[in-house]
């Protein structure tokens, strides 16, 4: 299985501070990266996917960059609506795995 | 617009098998764009991908539980389902379905339900 470690596993910040979460893969996965959001107590929800690409109602503060095994979710100016955790997923091959999650918390 | 809802008991003895049902509604799960998929997440955990199905079948699983899970698709009712036996504590885990789009340039899972919490204990 493909492993994916995601840094940091928690970090604190303010409204408006920009955050940068970073996840890679112990092999490469192209671009083949996924992103989601999970609120307690609620099912994730897909942010970006393929690495790069906006999934559609996703506001534009929210953004993917890398390729092969090093990839970044970066949120331009954090709101509150954005304290969560956040999972990467690789699609790149079966079975497909989970980041163990990076908690954003307030500052 | 679809949703997906997860149903089944909530409590599971341990060696006994885990049975769960995901209904799709607001659109067809006879769909040949996606396939419907299991993912559980531990208590306090992360998430792990159990399997995914197409409508006409064709399920494929995570290869470690693999000689555990069954998972089947019934279009008429517009739903499909997970069956994980044997089960143990270490099965404990709120239980989400998911639509899986899968395409030659990516796969997602693009829209959940809200999640059904299995305990499994006697």
Redesign the interface.
């Known amino acids: 299985?493909i492993q994916m470690t995601q840094s940091p596993s928690s970090l604190s910040a303010s409204v408006g501070d920009r955050v940068t979460i970073t996840c890679r893969a112990s092999q490469s996965i192209n671009s083949?990266l996924?992103w989601?959001q999970q609120k307690p107590g609620?099912?994730?929800?897909?942010l970006i996917?393929?690495a790069s690409?906006l999934?559609s109602g996703v506001p534009l503060r929210f953004s993917g960059s890398g390729s092969g095994t090093d990839f970044t979710l970066t949120i331009s100016s954090l709101q509150p609506e954005d304290f969560a955790t956040y999972?990467c997923?690789q699609?790149d091959s079966?079975?497909?795995?989970?980041?163990?999650?990076t908690k954003v918390e307030i500052k | 617009q679809l949703q997906l809802q997860e149903s089944g008991p909530g409590l599971v003895k341990p060696s006994e098998t885990l049975s769960l049902t995901c209904t799709v509604s607001g659109g067809s799960i006879s769909s040949d764009d996606y396939y419907w998929g299991w993912i559980r997440q531990p208590p306090g955990k992360g998430l792990e991908w159990i399997g995914s199905i197409y409508y006409r079948g064709s399920p494929y699983y995570r290869p470690s539980l693999k000689s555990r899970v069954t998972m089947s698709v019934d279009p008429s009712k517009n739903q499909f389902s997970l069956n994980l036996s044997s089960v143990t504590a270490a099965d404990t885990a709120v239980y989400y379905c998911a639509r899986h789009a899968r395409r030659h340039a990516y796969s997602t899972f693009d829209l959940w339900g809200q999640g059904s919490l299995v305990s499994v204990s006697s």
């Open positions: 299985d083949y996924n989601y609620k099912a994730p929800k897909l996917y393929t690409s999934q999972y997923q699609s079966t079975p497909e795995t989970f980041g163990q999650g």
